[in-house]
């Protein structure tokens, strides 16, 4: 597969340093199809004007059919400290999504989901403007359950809450959030309708 390698550092607008480990991870290059196409470096594919890439993106919910959202880490280089879903990230080169989803949610939360489900994918252009980069994704949604305690990892997350739908939307109105929040928000509602019920309100 061809391969596109970052050759220098780089300094995102927010002043934050990636970490060597950060600048090599690799992740796998797609068409608009979601069909492999070869890899990149992670920074590499969010210089803009970005490379498509696979994503995934993680909503879970607990018993009462609240949303888990996380605080990205201050410390992160890109969109550090704005709210956004319970997870997302990744997967590696070869890696199936349904994995990667379920590794990096025990990584960043310290709780392997529960029911997790496929919700569908969606793709999508979101230029960060705090950071410089751009999110080019071919992004694999997946809901589930959160039932058991949440132990965060401090380097990727700040802090994390529990929101009904009405909560969610009021918080959206007054605090940051990530780029693509609300378009995997939006493309996830029917499994999000599914699992949670009417009840829910989402």
Same mark, same amino acid.
């Given at each position: 597969? @061809?391969?596109?390698?970052?050759?220098?550092?780089?300094?995102? %607008?927010?002043?934050?340093?990636?970490?060597?480990?950060?600048?090599? =991870?690799?992740?796998?290059?797609?068409? #608009? !199809?979601?069909?492999?196409?070869?890899?990149?470096?992670?920074?590499?594919?969010?210089?803009?004007? *970005?490379?498509?890439?696979?994503?995934?993106?993680? $909503?879970? $919910?607990? /018993?009462?059919?609240?949303?888990?959202?996380?605080?990205?880490?201050?410390?992160?280089?890109?969109?550090? *400290?704005? &709210?956004? !879903?319970? +997870? +997302?990230?990744?997967?590696? @080169?070869?890696?199936?999504?349904?994995?990667?989803?379920?590794?990096?949610?025990?990584?960043?939360?310290? =709780?392997?989901?529960?029911?997790?489900?496929?919700?569908?994918?969606?793709?999508? !252009?979101?230029?960060?403007?705090? %950071?410089?980069?751009?999110?080019?994704?071919?992004?694999?949604?997946?809901?589930?359950?959160?039932?058991?305690?949440?132990?965060?990892?401090?380097? /990727?997350?700040? #802090?994390?809450?529990?929101?009904?739908?009405? #909560?969610?939307? #009021?918080?959206?109105?007054?605090?940051? $959030?990530?780029? &693509?929040?609300?378009?995997?928000?939006?493309?996830?509602?029917?499994? =999000?309708?599914?699992?949670?019920?009417?009840?829910?309100? &989402?």
């Amino acid at each position: 597969m @061809p391969t596109t390698s970052a050759s220098v550092a780089h300094t995102s %607008s927010n002043g934050v340093q990636p970490t060597a480990a950060q600048a090599s =991870i690799m992740l796998e290059l797609v068409d #608009e !199809n979601g069909i492999t196409i070869g890899t990149a470096e992670k920074l590499a594919a969010h210089q803009a004007p *970005g490379q498509l890439h696979r994503a995934f993106s993680v $909503f879970l $919910f607990d /018993e009462s059919g609240r949303l888990l959202l996380q605080r990205r880490a201050l410390g992160k280089y890109h969109s550090p *400290g704005v &709210w956004s !879903n319970t +997870c +997302c990230g990744h997967p590696y @080169p070869g890696e199936a999504p349904f994995a990667a989803a379920a590794r990096r949610t025990y990584e960043e939360l310290g =709780i392997s989901p529960t029911l997790l489900a496929e919700a569908g994918t969606v793709r999508y !252009n979101h230029p960060d403007p705090a %950071s410089g980069l751009v999110e080019q994704e071919y992004n694999h949604l997946f809901v589930g359950m959160a039932q058991a305690d949440l132990r965060p990892d401090p380097e /990727e997350v700040e #802090e994390t809450d529990f929101v009904t739908a009405d #909560e969610l939307m #009021e918080r959206h109105a007054n605090a940051p $959030f990530s780029a &693509w929040f609300m378009t995997v928000l939006d493309a996830a509602r029917p499994a =999000i309708k599914e699992l949670t019920g009417p009840a829910g309100g &989402w």
